[in-house]
Every structure is written in structure tokens, then in C-alpha cells.
């Protein structure tokens, strides 16, 4: 950084990033916060691979900037949660493989709405296609090889991308061998949300400016937990399928119900609460370059859980064969747009606290 | 104007901690308040959003505050920076009501974090505020909304309408447009001059326009000299004002924290002209950190330039201004305006002075020059390893002295004796107290503690 602080203009996201990073390493007054500030104060310098790390361990919970005595329309005009927001993005973008998908459901709704549609409109066309002879419950409209066919792809193909991502991203940040005790210390923060906590419990500064609140905390995990209960849910039938010979469909004191229904219902709940508290929220102080496509993800995220609950409130009905399509189009759209939307934030931002962890610990 | 029509029972000027400290007191029990703050919301809370922390008392391990602090040690730690120009009544009271402060501020919604990187030094003695000073405003911003509070900004006080000791009434202007407010009882809580240019060169002389403001540019004392031309009994030497060096290449208003610099003690610090002109390493710098801004002061066109080589780059906290950097001394020089063949005479000279030893930067090292005037006598390494780095250093103000006097209720005396309902709290009467130097924290504890009573006494008074 130079004496042009004051001239704001043509910096790319990395270099106002730096900009604003070095002003708080001299200030230091919100350390307390989160992870991002204890890991500035550590160095003097700031390498973009350090910018991103930065940015990527930044949870976006804005306690900084309204404490800040430097936001505009102070001429230093910080703005840190929003520009790390911005450098996160950006991240993502320089990660996605294969290059050509890169972003292409990051920023913008309209992407994900037309990917929903061309999923949705896949599965009507497989089940009509592939439609069994026989088959109890959902079987009857989609074999269980039918569905093994299009989604152990549609599954594992976006794993590996994002691993590439990943192996990118520690490549940059510098990454070192992950050990054990780096793991516990960052998915025990994954587990509380340690960095959306304020510090001290109180929560963050999103909905409500700047008083402190854990609702979004509380939406964030709902809709976590209740993604990670549905995916055991399906990896529970799995087991059940292969391992004990047992298929569906499965009752309601079943492993596959019994994780699936909660799971669908926090989902659903989780996602429809988190874009109500984003409505209420500044939008310049996230990424406001992406915010359809934020708000997109949200909903397609939502709807995995809701239409899975329709799903199985339908039972036995005629409407199961368009509800089954409708489910299994919508999931099939979330897992192939992950490499490409807002729901790399998770893993970025576990590697992240993992590399936070390597210097702390 | 519709504030025109109502009579407020606590009119409270300013609006920074102690202004709202006021508040809550005063609305907590049931009184109407309303607060004129003179900046508009985005720049509210005037220096003390430029804050950090709270020096408080403590018997025992106090929220974040570590083992104690007592009575005594910081009433002495408060004599040695005053040299005694302090009034060892208020300041006791003030001392005493300090610990109780701090759980009351918590149960306001303040909240403290442990010491910061860098200022291990004060964990015993000052709690920080989690996010700083602005946080801490933001905090009673909303405590005093959930009680009621109203807060008018870009509220302007011209004239305090006091007849025969009695207020009546606030001349102000709101976002431009002239406004009367009327009140049973008035805090006083606007502050100091400190932003006033024109007033600190009539009490310091033209060298003022150089000076550099650290905190809030509302800081204007419109009420204070209101007050004193209405006769009320002032404090303080009106001349004087507490300036720290800082980076020259700071804002001249609001730079606050982030244009300190800390390099001081491992550099040699030179004029304009090239000379050094005092010792550099006589203590360790929180203790010196105060009096180089008067040294800067005194310096021809108020600026000097403190040089450090490729040793002691990393011995401080960063600045938000990165250093000029060179590969030889003139060179520097030539950089930062100054001679730069003179200044490498000034260099070789304490170079030459400088003696073999061990250098500690964390304590006093001992680290004595030989033969130069004036000597540095601890951390003294010959500048010599390239990169060369120069910072310009110019005074900041950080506060004015010259205030109301109060007594141990905030009370403002004027020329008929005490006034009846006007009370004074904050910067505008902490020269009461703090009448010269500087005790980190405690211009926070001053304004708690009076901003408290100031507001409990106005809402007695009316209830």
C-alpha cells in the first residue's frame, strides 16, 4: 500500500482487500471478532494467497464493520466484510474446474432458475423414458438402477471438481499436511459456527444492523444439520439397499425416514429463514456482485428439502410419479451446479478454518 | 419545528459516552431525554469512537481486567502523569466509582474483549472494548432507543439559555434549520475545542494550523466558550492541549488509532534541518509516547522525521502508512525533503556515538550514545543497515484541557454559585480532573462515572 489510500479506483478486489487489511493491522481494535483478525495480526505483509485465505475465513458476520471508526464516509472508506466477500468470490471463480463452468451459477439467479428447469425437465423425460414395469413405491416410476445410472455421476463427477478446487486453493494459501488435531479445531468451529458467534456468543450484525443477533447463526445451522441429516438419510438407504438387502420404500421408524424427515423439515425451515433475515440485510456489506445468485442457491437449497417432504407426503397418491420428478430434478440440479454456485462456500471455508488452525495451533 | 411544542425533563448536549451514559441514567428512571448530538449519525459518539478501552479500579479479577488495581496505584499513576494538577477529591470518587462501572456498562450491552495484540502492558489496568470505542457507542445507541431515548443528530447547540443559574432551554440548529429545545434540566456533554483551529492558535500560536486533529472535527467547544462568556467557572489551562506524534501523512481530522506510530525509540529522530533535537530513547514509549507531540510542536514547520534501518523495521506495531524507503541515507533524505548530506552527518555522528552492548527492545537496555548532545540513552544501534526507512512525524491532538468545573455531583458553578439544573460531563469538564498529561483510559472513566451521576442528578432534579 502507498499514499494513493485515497484514490480508490482500478484496485482489483485483492489489492483494496490489502488496502483495507493493512489499515486493521494497524488498528487491531476487533480482534476480539473472529479468526480473520488474530490471523492478520500475525503478519506484516500480505501476499494475495494470504488475501485469499483471509477472505475465505471471513464468515460475514459484519461485527467489524459496525464497529469500525473507518467505514464512508471516512476516507479510508473501510468496508471489510464486504470486500472479502468480493476476493471470496473471486476465489471460487479462479478454482471452479472445469474453467469453462467457473461462476457460471455464482452471481446471477437466472442461471440456477434455467439449470432447475433443464434438471426438472430431465428426470419427467427419464421418468417417461425409463419408466419400470414394476416396482413398489417411487421404484415404480424410477428403477433403483435408473436412478444409480444418473445420479452416482451426478454425485461424484462434482466431488471430483471440487476436489480440484480445493487442491488449488491450498496451493495458494499454503496450504501444509493436514493433521488430526487441524481437523477437530476446524470443524468444532463448523460445528457452532464458533465465527458467526461475535466473539463471545452474541451473534452477528446482519439483520438488524448493528445489534448483535444469532438468528442467522441459528438459520445457517438449521439448514447444515438438516442438508447433512438428508444426505445420511440417502447414504443410510444405501447401506440398507447393498449392505442388508433391505429397499425401498422404507416406513417411517425407518434409518432413512427417521434422518430424512427431520433433515427435510430443518432444510426447509433453515433456508426460508436465512433469505428472510438476507432481505433485511445491507447488501454492500456481502458480496453484492452475487447476490441473486445467493439468494438462488438458498432456494434451490430449500426446495431439495421441501419437495423431498412432499415427496413422501404424497405417498401411495397418484401425485408421486411428478412429485418424484420434481424432487429428484431439483437435487439433481443442486449437486451438479455445486462446483459452480454459493454451496463451494462450505468446503472453501472448512479448508480455510483448516489452514487457520495450522497457524494457530 | 415540532420540538418547538414539547418541554423536555433532561436535555442532554453531545452525544458521545458520557452524553449517553447521561441518557440511560436519567431515561432509567422514567425522565423524557432527548440527545442533541452535533455530528450526523454516521460520525456520532465524538472521540469516543475513537476509544479502545476503560481504566478501572478492581480488587480482584474483574471481567477481562487481570489481578488488581487499586485506590492508591491509580490515584499515584494518575499524580505522576498530572504532576499533581489534579483535584484529589474528584479524582478518588472518580477512581472509587470506576469499578462499579464496568458491570453496569456490560449490563448496558458493552462488551470487553481481552487486552489487544500489542498492549499486553495494560491488561491489569484498562478493559477494551470488543470492536473499540464505536461499538461501545453503538451499544448505548440502542440501549438508549429500547429506553426511549430521542436523539436528534446533526444538532447543532449554539447558545445554553441560562437565567440566574437556571437552564431554560437549548438555540440550536438540526440539519441546518434553527430549532429551540426546551428542558427542565440539561447534561452538558459536548466536549472539548480541540477541533477548532482557530481557537488553538489563539491559545497556542500560529503552529497550530500544522497541527493535525486525531479525533471527531464536531469537537468545536461552541458550548464550552458559550458557557464561559455566560460567566460559568472554567478549569484547565486554557492553552494547552494533549498532542502525541504521529504519521505526518495522516488525515487532518478523525486519522485516530491507525496514525500512531511507535517507532520513536528505535530510531534517531531529526528536524527539518537534519538535527535531532532530543533524546529518543529516554523510557520506554508508552510513558514518552506523550511528550513528543510537544516536541514535534516546537520544531520548525511542526514536522520531523524519525529514521530507522532494516534492524528495526519489525520492532513495532505497523502504521497504516508504509514508510519511505531507501538504500542510503541521502537518498532517504532526499526523499523526505530534507538535506540529505546533513543528514547523513547527523547519522554518521550518532552511528559514531553508539557503543557496543546488548539491545533489548522490551526493557530499558541501557544502550547508551557516548559523546553526542543530546544523548540516547537506552536502545542506541548505529543506523546502518540498508533499506533505510523515514517517517514524518506531526503533532495530533488528541484533547483540550480548558473545561467547566464541576463539583462531585457534575454540577457547572457559575458567577451566582452553583446553577441549578445544569450539569457538566465528558471532556467538556475532564480537565477537573486530568489537568495535564494523559492516563490511557481514563478520559473514558472520567466521562462514565460524571456521565452517570450527571444524569442520575438531572433526572432527581426533575422528578
Known amino acids: 500500500m502507498s499514499l494513493d489510500i485515497l484514490n480508490l479506483t482500478d484496485r482489483t478486489p485483492t489489492e483494496e482487500a490489502r488496502r483495507q487489511v493493512e489499515i486493521c493491522n494497524a488498528c487491531r481494535y476487533c480482534e476480539g471478532y473472529c479468526a480473520v483478525f488474530p490471523a492478520i495480526t500475525k503478519q506484516r505483509a500480505f501476499a494475495d494467497g494470504d488475501i485469499t485465505q483471509l477472505a475465505n475465513l471471513c464468515h460475514n458476520c459484519r461485527g467489524c464493520y459496525y464497529a469500525c471508526q473507518y467505514t464512508a464516509p471516512h476516507e479510508f472508506d473501510l468496508n471489510l466484510p464486504g470486500i472479502l466477500a468480493e476476493v471470496r468470490q473471486d476465489s471460487w471463480h479462479r478454482y471452479a474446474w472445469p474453467g469453462a463452468f467457473a461462476g457460471a451459477f455464482q452471481r446471477k439467479g437466472t442461471p440456477i432458475a434455467l439449470a432447475l428447469i433443464v434438471g426438472l425437465a430431465l428426470l419427467f423425460l427419464a421418468l417417461t423414458a425409463l419408466r419400470p414395469a414394476s416396482g413398489e413405491g417411487f421404484y415404480a416410476y424410477l428403477s433403483h438402477g435408473g436412478m444409480v445410472a444418473i445420479f452416482a455421476p451426478a454425485f461424484l463427477l462434482p466431488l471430483v471438481a471440487i476436489g480440484i478446487g480445493l487442491r488449488r486453493y491450498w496451493a495458494e494459501v499454503g496450504g501444509q499436511r493436514i493433521t488430526f488435531a487441524h481437523l477437530r479445531d476446524a470443524v468444532a468451529a463448523t460445528a457452532n459456527?464458533?465465527?458467526?458467534?461475535?466473539?463471545?456468543?452474541?451473534?452477528?450484525?446482519?439483520?438488524?444492523?448493528?445489534?448483535?443477533?444469532?438468528?442467522?447463526?441459528?438459520?445457517?445451522?438449521?439448514?447444515?444439520?438438516?442438508?447433512?441429516?438428508?444426505?445420511?438419510?440417502?447414504?443410510?438407504?444405501?447401506?440398507?439397499?447393498?449392505?442388508?438387502?433391505?429397499?425401498?420404500?422404507?416406513?417411517?421408524?425407518?434409518?432413512?425416514?427417521?434422518?430424512?424427515?427431520?433433515?427435510?423439515?430443518?432444510?426447509?425451515?433453515?433456508?426460508?429463514?436465512?433469505?428472510?433475515?438476507?432481505?433485511?440485510?445491507?447488501?454492500?456489506?456481502?458480496?453484492?456482485?452475487?447476490?441473486?445468485?445467493?439468494?438462488?442457491?438458498?432456494?434451490?437449497?430449500?426446495?431439495?428439502?421441501?419437495?423431498?417432504?412432499?415427496?413422501?407426503?404424497?405417498?401411495?397418491?397418484?401425485?408421486?410419479?411428478?412429485?418424484?420428478?420434481?424432487?429428484?430434478?431439483?437435487?439433481?440440479?443442486?449437486?451438479?451446479?455445486?462446483?459452480?454456485?454459493?454451496?463451494?462456500?462450505?468446503?472453501?471455508?472448512?479448508?480455510?478454518?483448516?489452514?487457520?488452525?495450522?497457524?494457530?495451533? | 419545528m415540532t420540538d418547538n411544542a414539547t418541554t423536555w425533563d433532561v436535555v442532554i448536549v453531545g452525544g458521545g459516552n458520557a452524553a449517553l451514559c447521561a441518557a440511560i441514567e436519567a431515561a432509567e428512571t422514567g425522565a423524557s431525554v432527548i440527545i442533541l448530538e452535533g455530528a450526523p449519525l454516521e460520525y456520532r459518539g465524538g472521540n469516543s469512537r475513537h476509544t479502545r478501552n476503560f481504566r478501572c479500579m478492581h480488587a480482584g479479577p474483574l471481567s477481562v481486567l487481570t489481578d488488581r488495581y487499586e485506590e492508591d496505584e491509580y490515584f499515584d499513576d494518575l499524580l505522576r502523569v498530572t504532576k499533581g494538577e489534579t483535584d484529589e477529591h474528584?479524582?478518588?470518587?472518580?477512581?472509587?466509582?470506576?469499578?462499579?462501572?464496568?458491570?453496569?456498562?456490560?449490563?448496558?450491552?458493552?462488551?470487553?474483549?481481552?487486552?489487544?495484540?500489542?498492549?499486553?502492558?495494560?491488561?491489569?489496568?484498562?478493559?477494551?472494548?470488543?470492536?473499540?470505542?464505536?461499538?461501545?457507542?453503538?451499544?448505548?445507541?440502542?440501549?438508549?432507543?429500547?429506553?426511549?431515548?430521542?436523539?436528534?443528530?446533526?444538532?447543532?447547540?449554539?447558545?445554553?439559555?441560562?437565567?440566574?443559574?437556571?437552564?431554560?432551554?437549548?438555540?440550536?440548529?438540526?440539519?441546518?434549520?434553527?430549532?429551540?429545545?426546551?428542558?427542565?434540566?440539561?447534561?452538558?456533554?459536548?466536549?472539548?475545542?480541540?477541533?477548532?483551529?482557530?481557537?488553538?492558535?489563539r491559545a497556542w500560536g500560529p503552529a497550530a494550523k500544522n497541527f493535525l486533529i486525531r479525533g471527531?472535527?464536531?469537537?468545536?467547544?461552541?458550548?464550552?466558550?458559550?458557557?464561559?462568556?455566560?460567566?460559568?467557572?472554567?478549569?484547565?489551562?486554557?492553552?494547552?492541549?494533549?498532542?502525541?506524534?504521529?504519521?505526518?501523512?495522516?488525515?487532518?481530522?478523525?486519522?485516530?488509532?491507525?496514525?500512531?506510530?511507535?517507532?520513536?525509540?528505535?530510531?534517531?529522530?531529526?528536524?527539518?534541518?537534519?538535527?535531532?533535537?532530543?533524546?529518543?530513547?529516554?523510557?520506554?514509549?508508552p510513558k514518552r509516547y506523550a511528550i513528543?507531540?510537544?516536541?514535534?510542536?516546537?520544531?520548525?514547520?511542526?514536522?520531523?522525521?524519525?529514521?530507522?534501518?532494516?534492524?528495526?523495521?519489525?520492532?513495532?506495531?505497523?502504521?497504516?502508512?508504509?514508510?519511505?524507503?531507501?538504500?542510503?541515507?541521502?537518498?532517504?533524505?532526499?526523499?523526505?525533503?530534507?538535506?540529505?548530506?546533513?543528514?547523513?552527518?547527523?547519522?554518521?555522528?550518532?552511528?559514531?556515538?553508539?557503543?557496543?552492548?546488548?539491545?533489548?527492545?522490551?526493557?530499558?537496555?541501557?544502550?547508551?550514545?557516548?559523546?553526542i548532545e543530546p544523548p540516547k540513552t537506552n536502545w542506541a544501534r548505529p543506523i546502518t543497515e540498508p533499506p533505510f526507512y523515514g517517517y514524518e512525524l506531526r503533532p495530533g491532538v488528541t484533547f483540550t484541557y480548558l473545561g467547566l468545573k464541576v463539583d462531585d455531583t457534575a454540577r457547572v458553578t457559575g458567577e451566582g454559585g452553583r446553577m441549578s439544573n445544569v450539569w457538566a460531563a465528558g471532556e467538556i469538564m475532564a480537565g477537573s480532573i486530568l489537568g495535564q498529561g494523559y492516563l490511557a483510559g481514563f478520559g473514558m472513566t472520567i466521562g462514565t462515572v460524571f456521565g452517570r451521576i450527571a444524569g442520575r442528578e438531572a433526572a432527581a432534579y426533575v422528578a
Open chain 1, 193 to 361: 459456527m464458533r465465527n458467526l458467534g461475535g466473539g463471545q456468543g452474541q451473534g452477528c450484525n446482519f439483520e438488524e444492523g448493528d445489534r448483535y443477533s444469532n438468528r442467522r447463526r441459528v438459520a445457517h445451522q438449521l439448514v447444515m444439520y438438516g442438508f447433512l441429516l438428508c444426505f445420511a438419510s440417502t447414504s443410510s438407504g444405501t447401506v440398507l439397499h447393498y449392505g442388508f438387502g433391505l429397499e425401498a420404500p422404507y416406513g417411517l421408524f425407518s434409518l432413512p425416514k427417521l434422518l430424512g424427515v427431520p433433515g427435510g423439515l430443518l432444510l426447509t425451515i433453515g433456508a426460508g429463514w436465512l433469505i428472510r433475515l438476507k432481505l433485511k440485510s445491507d447488501r454492500d456489506l456481502g458480496a453484492a456482485s452475487a447476490w441473486g445468485g445467493e439468494v438462488a442457491f438458498v432456494l434451490l437449497l430449500g426446495l431439495t428439502g421441501l419437495t423431498g417432504l412432499a415427496l413422501y407426503a404424497a405417498t401411495d397418491t397418484a401425485l408421486v410419479g411428478p412429485l418424484l420428478a420434481i424432487h429428484l430434478g431439483t437435487v439433481l440440479t443442486f449437486f451438479l451446479t455445486t462446483p459452480y454456485s454459493k454451496m463451494v462456500h462450505g468446503f472453501y471455508r472448512l479448508a480455510a478454518l483448516i489452514r487457520d488452525a495450522q497457524v494457530r495451533l
Open chain 2, 90 to 201: 474528584l479524582a478518588r470518587m472518580t477512581i472509587r466509582t470506576s469499578e462499579t462501572c464496568l458491570p453496569w456498562m456490560e449490563k448496558q450491552g458493552v462488551r470487553f474483549q481481552p487486552s489487544l495484540s500489542g498492549t499486553l502492558s495494560l491488561s491489569r489496568t484498562n478493559a477494551f472494548f470488543l470492536g473499540g470505542g464505536k461499538a461501545l457507542v453503538n451499544a448505548y445507541y440502542n440501549r438508549a432507543a429500547d429506553l426511549g431515548v430521542a436523539v436528534r443528530y446533526e444538532a447543532q447547540v449554539k447558545h445554553v439559555d441560562i437565567q440566574d443559574g437556571v437552564f431554560a432551554g437549548v438555540d440550536c440548529e438540526i440539519a441546518g434549520q434553527p430549532t429551540r429545545i426546551n428542558g427542565k434540566a440539561v447534561v452538558l456533554a459536548s466536549g472539548g475545542f480541540q477541533a477548532d483551529l482557530d481557537w488553538l492558535a
Open chain 2, 216 to 285: 471527531t472535527p464536531y469537537n468545536r467547544g461552541v458550548v464550552l466558550k458559550d458557557m464561559l462568556d455566560q460567566g460559568a467557572e472554567s478549569v484547565g489551562d486554557p492553552t494547552q492541549c494533549h498532542a502525541v506524534a504521529i504519521d505526518g501523512r495522516a488525515p487532518k481530522y478523525d486519522g485516530g488509532i491507525v496514525t500512531r506510530l511507535d517507532c520513536v525509540p528505535f530510531s534517531v529522530v531529526v528536524n527539518r534541518h537534519g538535527q535531532r533535537f532530543y533524546d529518543e530513547g529516554e523510557d520506554v514509549w
Open chain 2, 292 to 371: 513528543w507531540g510537544r516536541l514535534v510542536a516546537a520544531q520548525p514547520d511542526q514536522v520531523a522525521y524519525s529514521i530507522i534501518d532494516s534492524k528495526s523495521i519489525d520492532a513495532f506495531m505497523p502504521s497504516v502508512f508504509p514508510p519511505i524507503q531507501a538504500d542510503t541515507i541521502e537518498g532517504l533524505g532526499q526523499q523526505l525533503g530534507i538535506s540529505g548530506s546533513v543528514l547523513k552527518e547527523t547519522v554518521e555522528r550518532f552511528n559514531d556515538a553508539c557503543r557496543p552492548g546488548v539491545f533489548k527492545g522490551n526493557e530499558l537496555d541501557g544502550l547508551a550514545t557516548d559523546g
